[in-house]
């Protein structure tokens, strides 16, 4: 089989360098290892007068990355408009935050039409096309306009909201309606799984019967695939990096403190206000606890020409400096913040160094953190990690201290917890999660869902012969009404 696997932006396999997301390093491995074509945006843009050539083509392992430049008219509309001032918001609950015009629609989907136009040459002879998060929703049904007849399949890597809230979507029937032209669409937990389907029950009135919907394009199976890590590789890192710079250099400067550390991307829905909040009240309730645990957050900006993201970061820097001031001393700092990124290798070692993982968004589809996290952990000596229960990473990692995170005040108790908890049970829960981890890999997650719509393909096959023989009754009235004429 030839895959094509589709995001919105690639990775390069370069453990030394800083990783673009969650996405893009979850993806990173299954096409270095299965023989896939990964293609996206280049991360520039296009005027109207250019060729539509790739920017770029180079192998990644056994597989490939191919790049492109999106057109210039519409990407801004694309990305950050519909994409990540509608989508993004309404996928994560935040409805109130959708900012968003007619412009920006019609905008996706040009960028959707003319990903589909450039994934044409890379269609051959049994070709599957994996599609990947919400910039793409429409890319299917674009395709299937372009006389594409293979299997095409999604998988969504954010949450999927209740009907109420994805009715704030502007276009949200039309769009939908558009995703039904997957054969397989994939989801994080069984509960973004059951919104879909209710959603496509309630607001489009079609059939659903044992997790497909039936609709004219035909059937559509609604699955969940949670994504896992290499937890395996992620713990080489951590015991290789130990000795880099950044990393024994943080270790020399805790003076015997326990560190907590969090690492998340500049967005209001990884809980960042909250999580401070929940150290300054920490350290203002047990105040014997100041000098004896430190918070390291990497907090990486992105969309900053988006205003709630704008708003976000300096929401987060004065929150950061006012606890600073309040608990700080001349000679010890409460909060290390720093905006930027680190590789993956890197963070494998800080998470190592941290003896707590605070992980606690407001709503998450996974959350691979969480994962990284606990494979990075010392075995003889492992962390804890404090996980939101609206990440999807709950379901999974249960042996975790699984807080609220609107629960100031629980968070705090929580990492107070976590900070005292015996080598016994923290071992007992690292065991835990790290046996899930192993079962759960990055892997298998890619193998489940390409084995999954590799069955659409024969599937459709059986189908075929079916389709071009008349239904029974069409059968009978055709040869009812011949030899008559119509007047």
Avoid at 110 to 137: C, G, I, P, S
Wanted: hydrophobic content about 45%; charged content about 20%; proline content about 5%.
């Amino acid at each position: 089989m030839n895959l094509v696997v589709v995001s919105n932006r690639v990775a390069r396999g370069k453990p030394n360098e800083p990783m673009t997301g969650g996405l893009a390093a979850a993806l990173l491995p299954v096409v270095e290892h299965s023989g896939a074509i990964w293609v996206g945006s280049s991360g520039r843009v296009r005027d109207g007068h250019q060729k539509e050539p790739f920017a770029e083509v180079e192998a990644l392992g056994s597989g490939a990355i191919a790049t492109l430049d999106l057109p210039a008219a519409h990407y801004g509309g694309y990305y950050e408009g519909f994409a990540n001032s509608a989508l993004w918001p309404a996928l994560h609950s935040r409805s109130d935050l959708i900012r968003v015009s007619r412009d920006d629609y019609v905008s996706y989907r040009e960028v959707n039409a003319f990903m589909a136009r450039a994934l044409m040459r890379f269609r051959k002879d049994k070709t599957a096309f994996w599609v990947q998060d919400y910039h793409f929703l429409a890319l299917g049904a674009e395709l299937r306009d372009l006389g594409v007849d293979d299997p095409i399949g999604f998988f969504l890597h954010t949450p999927w909201p209740v009907a109420a809230v994805m009715q704030g979507v502007p276009n949200h029937r039309e769009l939908v309606t558009a995703m039904l032209a997957y054969d397989l669409l994939g989801f994080q937990t069984a509960e973004d799984c059951q919104n879909f389907l209710g959603y496509v029950a309630s607001e489009l009135g079609l059939a659903v019967e044992d997790g497909v919907a039936i609709s004219q394009t035909g059937r559509t199976r609604c699955e969940v695939f949670p994504i896992g890590i290499d937890a395996e590789k992620f713990a080489q890192y951590a015991a290789k990096s130990v000795s880099h710079p950044d990393v024994s250099r943080l270790r020399r400067s805790l003076n015997g403190e326990r560190l907590a550390i969090g690492v998340d991307r500049l967005d209001y829905s990884k809980g960042l206000v909250n999580r401070i909040s929940a150290f300054d009240r920490l350290w203002t309730e047990q105040p014997q606890l100041l000098r004896s645990i430190s918070l390291l957050q990497i907090a990486n900006p992105s969309r900053g020409a988006i205003e709630a993201y704008g708003n976000l970061q300096n929401d987060v820097a004065r929150l950061v400096s006012d606890v600073n001031g309040r608990h700080g001393e001349v000679d010890w700092t409460p909060i290390r913040y720093l905006n930027k990124g680190f590789s993956q290798a890197v963070l494998a070692g800080l998470y190592r160094t941290a003896q707590i993982g605070v992980v606690t968004p407001l709503h998450d589809g996974m959350n691979l953190v969480a994962k990284e996290y606990v494979a990075a952990q010392n075995p003889a000596d492992p962390g804890v990690l404090v996980l939101s229960k609206f990440a999807g990473a709950a379901n999974e990692l249960d042996a975790a201290l699984l807080v609220n995170p609107h629960d100031i005040d629980g968070m705090a108790r929580a990492i107070a917890i976590a900070a005292a908890m015996p080598l016994t049970e923290r071992k007992m829960r690292w065991d835990a999660m790290m046996k899930k981890l192993r079962g759960h890999t990055i892997q298998q997650w890619s193998t489940d869902f390409v084995a999954e719509l590799e069955k659409c393909r024969t599937e459709k096959a059986a189908v075929a012969p079916l389709a071009t023989q008349p239904p029974q009754a069409l059968r009978w009235l055709k040869s009812a009404i011949s030899g008559v004429r119509l007047i």
